[in-house]
């Protein structure tokens, strides 16, 4: 091994190359934790929680969602799909409130009055008040809109199970095949709704129908 000599001139030993690679390694060692330890306190405080305003806008939304659930539907009583020109047509409006008990309602029934006449509707659940207006839409389509208001005296709840709402009957006017729909706009005042006893409008659905006049 080579020997060197300090200022004194004794010899001693030069150091080997190995241990020089070890400290090498150590320092780069200690640089690489440090490295690695910063980066992961960042990484760290990116995945704090979302502040409660947050949570509970998130939360607010998934609530409202999850109430759209309330059908309605328009169905001919009976099951009859076919009349004859001159005949009485009555359909019934029903509801599904989805197990929420239910304040009050709009079906808003777009028919075409060259083929149908309309003549009168009905309340079919006691203790729901019944009111309706039937507007003239354009040339060939005319809008019967049927509110029902669940009565002041009246305490039990309305809960709709494909539940028989309300009755219309028409006349038959001419012959060929008519639709009848129920309007359905979210987010619009003047569509057909169901509302519940926190005063939301939970429709998610409609079901219209298909008549034939012989």
Request: no cysteine; aromatic share 8%; proline share 3%.
């Given at each position: 091994?080579?020997?060197?000599?300090?200022?004194?001139?004794?010899?001693?030993?030069?150091?080997?190359?190995?241990?020089?690679?070890?400290?090498?390694?150590?320092?780069?060692?200690?640089?690489?934790?440090?490295?690695?330890?910063?980066?992961?306190?960042?990484?760290?405080?990116?995945?704090?929680?979302?502040?409660?305003?947050?949570?509970?806008?998130?939360?607010?939304?998934?609530?409202?969602?999850?109430?759209?659930?309330?059908?309605?539907?328009?169905?001919?009583?009976?099951?009859?799909?076919?009349?004859?020109?001159?005949?009485?047509?009555?359909?019934?409006?029903?509801?599904?409130?989805?197990?929420?008990?239910?304040?009050?309602?709009?079906?808003?029934?777009?028919?075409?009055?060259?083929?149908?006449?309309?003549?009168?509707v009905k309340s079919l659940p006691e203790g729901i008040d019944i009111y309706e207006t039937n507007d003239e839409m354009s040339s060939n389509f005319s809008d019967l809109i049927v509110t029902g208001v669940k009565s002041l005296n009246h305490e039990d709840p309305?809960?709709?199970?494909?539940?028989?709402?309300?009755?219309?009957?028409?006349?038959?006017?001419?012959?060929?095949?008519?639709?009848?729909?129920?309007?359905?706009?979210?987010?619009?005042?003047?569509?057909?709704?169901?509302?519940?006893?926190?005063?939301?409008?939970?429709?998610?659905?409609?079901?219209?129908?298909?008549?034939?006049?012989?």
């Open positions: 091994m080579e020997k060197l000599k300090n200022m004194e001139g004794e010899e001693i030993n030069k150091p080997k190359m190995g241990v020089k690679l070890a400290l090498f390694l150590l320092i780069i060692g200690i640089i690489l934790i440090g490295f690695i330890a910063f980066n992961r306190s960042i990484f760290v405080r990116n995945l704090k929680p979302a502040s409660p305003e947050t949570q509970k806008s998130a939360n607010t939304i998934d609530a409202a969602t999850s109430r759209l659930t309330g059908m309605i539907g328009l169905t001919p009583k009976g099951g009859q799909t076919t009349f004859s020109k001159g005949q009485k047509v009555t359909l019934f409006v029903y509801a599904d409130s989805k197990g929420q008990d239910i304040t009050g309602y709009d079906a808003v029934v777009r028919y075409d009055h060259t083929y149908l006449a309309f003549e009168e309305f809960i709709f199970d494909n539940t028989a709402v309300a009755e219309i009957t028409f006349t038959a006017l001419e012959r060929g095949e008519v639709n009848l729909s129920l309007v359905y706009e979210p987010g619009s005042s003047s569509d057909s709704n169901l509302i519940d006893n926190k005063n939301l409008d939970i429709l998610n659905d409609i079901v219209g129908t298909t008549l034939v006049i012989n």
